[in-house]
């Protein structure tokens, strides 16, 4: 099925670990997106990719890096996790031009102990 | 700078009435609305949108808004309530003017509860 596909579902790291999450979408969309979400704060966006090479820092960067490895792929990288990552992570496509929308991943929870 | 305000943390509605979620947005530009639908344990699903055209806005599940631009609001609505209609809702902005990307700031979401 078509879709934007993320790796892990879930996770547990220590304090000071490293990892990243894997996102892959196959409905040759140009922009994807890190977006995290906290309770009572709705999504944030951590960092986008407009196209392929190019990623840019959203509003909440610090502690995350990006790579967008080619057209189908956006990872997300803890380098050195701490308790405040703990949060859902979604990644996300744009359908379209500019009249498009996002579109969803079901999300990666991760806990930070 | 964007902003979006959901001013309800909570929404509850009986089953069979209607149903309205609040949203109020500062941008700069003409702009560019929407509504997602996140189902425990799910992402988020789209529901419609508001780019130019007429106010009020169809969208899934029978879910209608209304674009209001006097007062910056794009109010959720639903003619009658289902239980299963029961979600986290957020409301979305795009400045019209952000050009080459599309970058969507986000409520904090509203939860609605329909009771049997």
Redesign the interface.
Known sequence: NAG?TQTPKFQVLKTGQSMTLQCAQDMNHN?M?W?RQDP??????IY?S?SEGTT?K?EVPNGYNVSRLNKREFSLRLESAAPSQTSVY?C?T?TGA??????????SRLTVL | AQSVAQPEDQVNVAEGNPLTVKCTYSVSGNPYLFWYVQYPNRGLQFLLKYITGDNLVKGSYGFEAEFNKSQTSFHLKKPSALVSDSALYFCAVRDGKSGGYNKLIFGAGTRLAVHP
């Open positions: 934007v922009s997106y977006y009572g704060m709705g999504l944030r966006l986008y407009a840019d959203g979604f996300a744009w500019n009249t498009g929308e996002l579109f969803f991943g079901e999300g």
